[in-house]
Nanobody, 130 residues
Framework: QVQLVESGGGSVQAGGSLRLSCVAS???????????IAWFREAPGKEREGVAA???????SYAESVKGRFNASQENAKNTVYLQMNSLKPEDTAMYYC?????????????????????WGQGTQVTVSS
């Protein structure tokens, strides 16, 4: 059974940084394994948005709104994926979720689509004040 647990959210002023973590069980992160992990966010009154994804091949994808500011990485020994968020803006305020497809390396155009993912964490709140 796949389980994901996010942590690292919090409150920060605009321009600050946070690093989110997503620890997985039931799926093993190993170089060249078949999986894709993504980060999504959902703000009140807005649709869920895919912000970053990383695959077992090490390839990454980012939403235009976060390119150059967010970086997804993985630490296979800890079965953990990270989202480093820099130069945070108030519009980054949202609940952040990680999600995994544990059997595929998704094509780039699919990686930020929430319907591609069957397993989700419980989320961690990020609040950016101006």
């Amino acid at each position: 059974q796949v389980q994901l647990v996010e942590s690292g959210g919090g409150s920060v002023q605009a321009g600050g940084s946070l690093r989110l973590s997503c620890v997985a069980s039931g799926v093993t992160f190993r170089r060249y394994s078949m999986y894709t992990i993504a980060w999504f966010r959902e703000a009140p009154g807005k649709e869920r948005e895919g912000v970053a994804a990383i695959t077992g091949a090490g390839t990454t994808s980012y939403a235009e709104s976060v390119k150059g500011r967010f970086n997804a990485s993985q630490e296979n020994a800890k079965n953990t994926v990270y989202l480093q968020m820099n130069s945070l803006k108030p519009e980054d305020t949202a609940m952040y979720y990680c999600a995994v497809d544990s059997s595929r390396i998704l094509a780039a155009y699919k990686r930020l689509r929430d319907k591609e993912y069957a397993h989700w964490g419980q989320g961690t709140q990020v609040t950016v004040s101006s």
